[in-house]
């Protein structure tokens, strides 16, 4: 498998979108991923910032896969932790091994930052992501509370 796991640069605005693409269609949600695209320059300043992750899975130069994490500041000791907002593997591309890669990557960038853990969700119901989190980690079973602003 000619694959490469690697951070999306700061100017690499094209890479940032075709994971927007993937995440849209994974997920069945390309409205939400493509209706109100970010502008170039804000995918470069949260790219640039000090809190996002973003790492592609690239195939011959094409996104085939990808996860996009945040870094969490701790207070009660200095440390951090990673959370997985989303990950995801086009389709013609499951089962080989890519999500697990994005993971082993994400574990390197945790270590350089200095964090002590990376943890995600998964929905009830999405098998393949259960298995995938439960053969790398620990799970939890949490409730997940959404608290609207307006």
């Given at each position: ?79 951090s ?14 089962r ?41 980690g ?13």
């Amino acid at each position: 498998m000619n694959l490469t796991i690697q951070p999306i640069a700061t100017e690499d605005v094209a890479s940032m979108e075709a994971l927007l693409v993937t995440f849209g269609e994974a997920f069945n949600e390309v409205e939400t991923y493509s209706g109100k695209r970010p502008s170039a320059d804000y995918l470069r300043q949260l790219l640039r910032s000090d809190y996002f992750i973003a790492l592609a899975a690239l195939k011959a130069d094409e996104v085939v896969g990808g996860l996009a994490a945040y870094e969490l500041k701790k207070f009660e000791q200095e440390r951090s932790e990673i959370y997985i907002y989303d990950l995801a593997v086009a389709a013609p591309h499951r089962r080989e091994g890519i999500a697990t890669a994005l993971i082993q990557k994400l574990k390197e960038v945790a270590t350089a930052r200095g964090a002590y853990v990376i943890f995600v969700q998964a929905d009830i119901g999405d098998e393949p992501a259960i298995e995938l989190y439960t053969k790398l980690g620990v799970r939890e079973d949490v409730l997940h509370f959404d608290i609207g602003v307006t």
